[in-house]
């Protein structure tokens, strides 16, 4: 009987520890998607959380020159300064005018720190759309 007792609550504290593990994960992983107008109004409620944010790379922002790349998004007369810290290459369609989603938080100098960059080059999937829709 005790060792039917001992395999039970082993399978209990490993069962519990996998359920912890799981939502500490998806806790930590979890991140608001905003717009940087929205960022923005609600900078100071989103202090310290992971945040996804959308925006514009703006002309001559990018600065390739230190070990990690800066730039800037903005939309409208809203603009963020953003330093990329994450591991991956960056894609190819990440340049000047191209639309961009960051995801990270912002430091304690202003900068948001980004962990992930997604970019997307509007023209050129709007042509590709239109020729296959032409077809």
Sequence with gaps: ??????????????VVALAWLGFVGFRESKAYYLTLVEFR????ELEGK????AGEVLAGSIDRSKSQI???????????RVRYVGKAV???????????????????????IARHI???CA???EAEYEKKSRI
């Design 1 to 14: 009987m005790a060792a039917k007792t001992k395999f039970i609550l082993g399978s209990l504290a490993t």
């Design 41 to 44: 109004a609600m900078q100071k």
């Design 50 to 53: 992971t945040v996804k944010i």
């Design 70 to 80: 800066e730039f800037t998004i903005g939309e409208g007369t809203v603009s963020l």
């Design 90 to 112: 960056i894609p190819d369609t990440f340049k000047e005018g191209s639309k961009a989603l960051v995801e990270g938080t912002l430091g304690q100098d202003g900068v948001f």
């Design 118 to 120: 997604e970019a997307k």
């Design 123 to 125: 023209s050129k999937y």
